[in-house]
């Protein structure tokens, strides 16, 4: 496969987003992909519970949030064309049973940004003007706001954005609504959303999995969108501060809600309250904010006695990032640890009353845990250094969970897993199945204090040397064990290069000790076990030690700089993405309020800012404007630093070796379908030219 394919295809695939189910066995995937101009992404949802995916909506927008009741009916938010031959402003929030045409239940102005079905309980979290009491309040002051133009926001906490977009003006709020209220009549949209029959699982010409079974249906004209039923929602009372994450009862009795708030020594300490939604009580505070720890939710127990929260302990200059899995008793608030012996971050759900599940990072892997809450630790239920997949989203069917699996050279895929035996079956896939080229190998090697790591190595089809090109991860919590779109290895190795994927210190799934060796020092442990493993790598006959380059992200842009400012001329180049420059300067202008706290001792011994005057290798720098986690302000800093600073800023005419590679539009990742292909295209130029002194032409689309 040549690059161009390579790109190509990765960019042009379908996407396994996500799964939905209930208890009663039906399995839903939400995907994404291109649009029939092939420029945006589109989500959409199919049933996958059959030998080939169904593809349930359409329409040319995306699905936004959805959920499935225990009747298999989906309900799901999407906006659609009105009566003027425009998309409406806001998602609507429709129903879709297993046999029928999509309903509109409500409209709500800024539209869903989750849906919870437990019975004939609907709840609902969507934003809502501050002053607005009721939706009859929220649709008139959003209006007037509109009406008058007012962009302004008026902020009383942090933050005030995130990730890519700002906060408010609106909060974020949760309520609920009866679903036994609506009426038996219904209407249609024709534009969006159902054929029925069966499909087989050829792409059509939207890009979704499956063609439709109903004559006629794709060729119906727009149609105008039928009223709103008479579904009403009934806001729910919450306590002060930001909403950041809720959970709800099987019944529907109550919601435990995860808010943050300032505290003195903490700007974004975290609470967790329990709800009442039909008594209208007050909120009950399960557990208090504190400046050095939070809880976040996990599950409630299926009987709805017990909670499952995992208890992070905050990085400080004192202190190191942990995570404890506990379960919390609402009866008595008494707090116990699940599993204290196992030496693992957990993602966990109940299987039933006592037994739970939970996927875990494992040695450049995953693993799928099972065990009762009391035991001290669980057994290994699939996983492991056996095989090479890692697992996310678990739900409880029965006796399996659903769940998604991919591996660095493995799309995600649906599989369910047996809870008994650990077998392992696959699902009718949406998303594209990518071929990738060439093998994937492992390389180890030794810490400077004797601690054992490892890498996945990549490599291109042929027997070398290959020029070697090293991924440094983002985080820095976090492990090369699963597929990516955004850094993707398959589009390298196609072009010629191997990758190495290294797992330093910091590294999740290798135990907390593997996180305390690099957590107090950022450019130690973790820079050095990255250059253990790429002398490993380059010592292997099949590497041409010679030409080799570096790449990282975020954290592993942080990495990037710091490597380039300590490692002279070993690697030929450095690609440095969305990274940190100046850990000060970040620390308070990012999103994440831990970041100061965290740096201030750190920053004066690993800020890469502080060795500019050490960089020779050419640097390209990429950047989205719209970055609020590491602003595009570092990037800025950084470039004027490499023109002027470093030891080859310009030459005699002027010119520089460096490149900056910005996006006024996209945020910490690279979204968009003709941005990321230029992403691709523009690292690989630039590794071709320094590392293979092969002078490849810029992507022409940039101008």
């Known amino acids: ?141 959003s209006q007037e706001r509109s009406e008058s133009k007012v962009s302004a926001i008026l902020h009383s906490g942090f933050p005030i954005r995130r990730w890519d977009h700002d906060l408010g003006p609106g909060q974020e709020i949760l309520a609920i609504a009866d679903l036994s209220t609506i009426t038996d009549e219904f209407s249609e949209d024709l534009t969006a959303d159902t054929a029925r029959g069966e499909a087989d699982s050829t792409p059509n010409t939207a890009g979704g999995a499956g063609t439709t079974g109903a004559a006629g249906t794709e060729d119906r004209e727009d149609s105008a969108i039928p009223s709103a039923t008479d579904l009403a929602f009934r806001y729910l009372s919450l306590p002060p501060g930001r909403l950041v994450d809720w959970a709800v009862d099987d019944e529907a009795r109550f919601v435990l809600v995860q808010v943050e708030k300032p505290i003195p020594g903490q700007l974004e300490a975290s609470e967790i309250w329990q709800i009442d939604v039909h008594k209208h009580g007050a909120p009950r505070l399960l557990i208090e904010a504190a400046v050095d720890h939070a809880y976040s939710i996990d599950a409630i127990s299926p009987d709805g006695t017990r909670a499952l929260l995992t208890r992070e302990q905050f990085w400080t200059s004192t202190t190191n990032l942990s995570a404890a899995l506990t379960v919390l008793d609402l009866a008595t608030e008494s707090l116990s640890p699940v599993w204290p012996d196992a030496d693992h971050w957990f993602a966990p759900v109940w299987a039933d009353d006592s037994t739970l599940v939970a996927t875990a990072d494992d040695h450049g892997r995953g693993s799928v845990f099972i065990g009762d809450v009391n035991d001290e630790q669980p057994r290994r239920l699939v996983g492991g250094e056996s095989q090479k997949y890692a697992f996310a989203g678990l739900q409880v069917q029965g006796l399996t969970v659903v769940a998604t699996a991919s591996a660095i050279d493995v799309a995600p895929l649906p599989i369910v897993i047996d809870l008994v035996s650990g077998q392992i079956s696959e699902l009718a896939n949406p998303a594209s199945v990518i071929d990738g080229a060439g093998t994937l190998a492992e390389v180890t090697a030794v810490g400077d204090d004797g601690t054992a790591v490892r890498a996945w190595l990549a490599l291109p089809e042929g027997e070398g040397p290959f020029p070697l090109v090293v991924f440094a991860h983002g985080g820095p919590w976090g492990s090369w ?223």
């Open 481 to 703: 064990n699963s597929w990516t779109y955004r850094w993707n290895p398959g589009p390298f190795t196609a072009a010629g290069y191997a990758v190495l994927l290294p797992d330093p210190a910091i590294s999740t799934g290798y135990g907390q000790s593997m996180i305390d060796r690099g957590q107090q020092e950022l450019g130690g442990a973790p820079f050095t076990d990255i250059l253990a493993l790429t002398d490993a790598a380059i010592a292997r006959p099949d590497i041409d030690a010679e030409r080799t380059a570096l790449a990282g992200g975020s954290y592993g842009g942080y990495m990037a700089n710091w490597v380039a400012g300590h490692t002279s001329q070993r690697f030929r180049c450095i690609v440095t993405h969305a990274s940190l420059w100046n850990t000060t300067s970040m620390g308070r202008t990012t999103d994440n309020a831990s970041w100061d706290v965290a740096m201030r001792k750190q920053s004066s011994t690993y800020s890469p800012h502080l060795f500019a005057d050490r960089i020779e290798v050419p640097m390209l720098v990429i950047h989205g404007d719209k970055d609020y986690r590491v602003p595009i302000g570092q990037g800025q800093e950084l470039w004027y630093d490499l023109l002027s600073r470093s030891k080859t800023p310009l030459d005699a005419e002027g010119l520089t070796q460096h490149r900056f590679l910005y996006f006024p539009d996209e945020g910490h990742w690279i979204t968009g379908r003709g941005n990321a292909e230029v992403w691709y295209r523009t690292v690989l130029a630039f590794l071709d030219k320094h590392v293979l002194d092969i002078d490849s032409q810029r992507t022409r689309a940039l101008g």
């Open 1 to 141: 496969m040549t690059t161009n394919d390579a790109v190509t295809t990765l960019l042009d695939a379908r996407r396994l987003q996500g799964l939905l189910t209930n208890k009663s066995g039906r399995v839903i995937a939400q995907y994404s992909f291109l649009n029939a101009e092939g420029s945006t992404y589109l989500t959409h949802l199919a049933d996958i519970g059959g030998e080939n995916p169904r593809r349930l909506t359409r329409g040319d927008q995306s699905i936004g949030a959805a959920a499935i009741s225990e009747s298999g009916t989906l309900y799901f938010a999407a906006k659609r064309t009105g009566e003027d031959g425009k998309d409406a402003e806001s998602p609507s929030l429709w129903s879709l049973p297993e046999t029928g045409e999509a309903r509109k239940l409500a409209d709500h102005s800024g539209g869903f940004s989750r849906i919870e079905v437990k019975g004939q309980s609907m709840i609902v979290q969507f934003p809502v003007h501050t002053w607005a009491a009721n939706e009859d309040e929220h649709r008139d002051y």
